[in-house]
């Protein structure tokens, strides 16, 4: 650990790692590398079925939305005024006239916070790029519906201890306890219901030379305290 230079969020956000042009910021909906696959949901089908059950509005939420294409194609393809779609990404690389029902915020996730909440919150492949991962996922957790579905890509391997080990069974455990689902075969977490969160986790920094993750691009670990 004394040889990892620590970031701070803002180092970390100029970081080549984290605003790179070669990472896959143009993910579809559906498709052997799109959406569904990533997340393990078909999520025009999930929108399609509230808004069938009677639904007064959807709200969707996907964080690190690289450049929206996903997004656009659930707006074409879920034809309905009630869908509202928001995307968040630090770099903009969105389209430039996104239609009705569909926003692009260029902010990072770890400070922009939304005026509503959501009923469903995805996040593609973009946890392995955040400094402290798991005030993201609190934050998360306060942004969704009652009902809510929370569904993300994380390797819980790039959140360590101060002396560079992975939380593993403690931080699971946490996780667990604070209404968060984790498939480690799948590397994805999930979560049904908004609520507040407290892990026992001070946050110190990240590393963004860890190298690659599962996915075979550069990733950011994130350093914890245990308190
Ligand atoms: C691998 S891309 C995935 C993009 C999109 N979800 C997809 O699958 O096509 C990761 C995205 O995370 C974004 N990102 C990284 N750090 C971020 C932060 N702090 N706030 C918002 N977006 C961030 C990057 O700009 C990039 O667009």
């Not at 005024?81 to 969105?94: K, N, S, Y």
């Not at 939380?167 to 689902?181: E, M, P």
Request: net charge negative.
């Amino acid at each position: 650990m004394d040889d990892v230079r620590l970031l701070d969020d803002v180092a970390l956000e100029l970081s080549s790692v984290v605003a790179n042009n070669a990472m896959n910021r143009e993910r579809r909906l559906t498709g052997s590398n799109g959406y569904g696959r990533d997340l393990g949901i078909d999520v025009a089908e999930l929108i399609r079925q509230r808004l069938a059950d009677g639904a007064e509005t959807f709200r969707w939420l996907d964080l690190c939305c690289g450049s929206g294409k996903a997004l656009l194609e659930c707006r074409e393809v879920v034809d309905d005024e009630r869908l509202r779609i928001t995307g968040v990404d630090l770099v903009d690389a969105f389209v430039s006239a996104p239609p009705r029902g569909v926003e692009f915020v260029t902010a990072s996730v770890t400070t922009w916070s939304p005026a509503d909440r959501f009923d469903l919150i995805t996040c593609v492949h973009g946890l392995h790029y955040l400094g402290d991962k798991l005030r993201t996922l609190a934050a998360i957790a306060s942004w969704l519906t009652d009902s809510g579905l929370f569904v993300a890509n994380l390797d819980l391997s790039s959140i360590q201890s101060a002396d560079a080990r992975p939380l593993d069974r403690r931080l699971r455990t946490a996780l667990r306890s604070n209404g968060f689902d984790y498939d480690g075969r799948r590397r994805r977490i999930s979560r049904r219901g908004g609520g507040s969160v407290v892990l026992p986790f001070d946050y110190a920094g990240a590393d963004d030379q860890a190298g690659p993750n599962y996915t075979g691009q550069p990733a950011v670990n994130s350093y914890y305290r245990s308190r």
